[in-house]
């Protein structure tokens, strides 16, 4: 069983930045693909970024790719979403997400449906004011 506990959600004005954390507790984090997902209101679930658990390969939907930098730490066994230059259209709850990726090789591609994570954070809100 893994706990996902999110922080660094807020307000924000247009072009402005956040950085969201997840601090996962599991003494395996190396073992787990991790992901941001957010959700708008009225709209469904879609992935932000994703990294897959070696470090070496992440994923950023067209709308982030250029302003968001997924990373994370396993020594801190936390995963970071930098967000900068951000948009009203950014406004949703973001999610931390893990998937047990224990046997998958280091170049395995980050999965980004939302049904193939496993454990999920509690959600932070991320608001963007024009």
């Known amino acids: 069983q893994v706990q996902l506990v999110e922080s660094g959600g807020g307000l924000v004005q247009a072009g402005g930045s956040l950085r969201l954390s997840c601090a996962a507790s599991t003494r395996t984090f190396a073992n787990y693909a991790m992901a941001w997902f957010r959700q708008a209101p009225g709209k469904g679930r879609e992935i932000a970024a994703g990294?897959?658990?070696?470090?070496?390969?992440?994923y950023y939907t067209d709308s982030v790719k250029g302003r968001f930098t997924i990373s994370r730490d396993s020594a801190k066994k936390t995963v970071y979403l930098q967000m900068n230059n951000l948009r009203p259209e950014d406004t949703a709850v973001y999610y931390c997400a893990a998937q047990d990726a224990t046997g998958w090789s280091p170049n395995h591609l980050v999965n980004v449906k939302d049904y193939e994570y496993e454990y999920w954070g509690q959600g932070t809100q991320v608001t963007v004011s024009s």
């Open positions: 990294i897959n658990w070696s470090g070496y390969l992440t």
